[in-house]
Structures are given as structure tokens and as C-alpha cells.
């Protein structure tokens, strides 16, 4: 019994060596266009896509109506909105800063209103690397809920789609 107890713990010390010691691949940290130090009282992935982690909490005291930029019917009710309405698709993904490793090409836009009463988290788009590629510096409005009914959605109309490349 005593063996047995000696060689399972030895073995889970060397498991527990063996795994400490590998890269960390898994959680590696995040290649940041600026510090992480947040002003703005969301979690600090979400506040990082301000500029300088900086945002205000906003409680709308009438309806207001803002957009939203998609190209995948999947990502129509996302919670990242705007004030500033664009023409193409390089606009908006230069200045929403939209890596497009993530996948939205911006190639739609729709009017969102949200109803008197939501709380709005707003700021400035922070850049993202490559930060001569994705400047960012649009408005950026956040909001907790999507899902909420009381927000009405408008159908999704097209950009003009222009060729984006980042060098």
C-alpha cells in the first residue's frame, strides 16, 4: 500500500513537472496596440477595445439610434455599435478597427435603435495591431445585452465593398 501510494505520487509530481515546463502555447499573452489599464467599468477584454481603456457609462435618456457593421447574418446582433455612419468597407475596418483575422469584412451595415433606459458604455476605438492598418479612433458604443426585445433592429443594407490589404 505504501509503494503504491509512493509511486502514484511520484508519478503525479512528474506529470505536474512535465506539464509546468512546457510553452504556453495555450494562454500566451495577447499582442496589445497599447496598456492595459482601464478607466471604463467593463472587464478589461471588452475595456481594451477603447483608446487608452477609457470608457463612460452612458444610461440613454431617450431612444438613439446607432449602426452596426457585419458581414455574416451570424454577427447581425452583436454588441459593439457605433454613431458613424460610412460608405465602404475600408472605412469601416480601418477605423472600427477591425483585424480582419477575425473574419468581419464589413460588407453591411444596419440602424439599431436602443430605447430610453439601456445603459451604454461609449468611447473611442482603440487601434489593433497592425496599428497602421487598423487605427481605430471611430466612436465605439458598447452594450451588455443584445438580446434585449426592446431594441429594434433594422434590416441590414450593403456597403460598397472596396479591396482592403494590410501590408
Do not use: H
Not at 77 to 101: H, S, W
Not at 121 to 127: F, S, W
Amino acid at each position: 500500500m505504501n509503494f503504491k501510494s509512493a509511486s502514484a505520487c511520484i508519478g503525479l509530481s512528474l506529470l505536474s513537472f512535465s506539464v509546468s515546463s512546457l510553452p504556453r502555447f495555450v494562454n500566451s499573452p495577447q499582442v496589445l496596440a497599447q496598456e492595459v489599464t482601464s478607466s471604463c467599468p467593463l472587464p478589461s477584454e471588452i475595456a481594451i477595445t477603447f483608446l487608452d481603456s477609457k470608457c463612460q457609462e452612458v444610461k440613454l435618456e431617450q431612444p438613439k439610434t446607432f449602426y452596426r457593421y457585419y458581414s455574416n447574418s451570424g454577427n447581425k446582433y452583436g454588441r459593439y455599435l457605433t454613431t458613424d455612419k460610412y460608405k465602404t468597407n475600408v472605412e469601416v475596418i480601418k477605423n472600427l478597427a477591425l483585424n480582419q483575422a477575425w473574419g468581419n469584412e464589413a460588407t453591411m451595415i444596419q440602424k439599431i435603435t436602443l430605447p430610453a433606459g439601456t445603459t451604454t458604455y461609449q468611447g473611442i476605438v482603440a487601434p489593433q495591431v497592425p496599428t497602421e492598418c487598423y487605427p481605430g479612433g471611430a466612436q465605439q458604443t458598447f452594450i451588455q445585452d443584445s438580446k434585449d426585445p426592446n431594441i429594434k433592429w433594422s434590416e441590414g443594407k450593403n456597403l460598397v465593398v472596396e479591396p482592403f490589404s494590410c501590408p
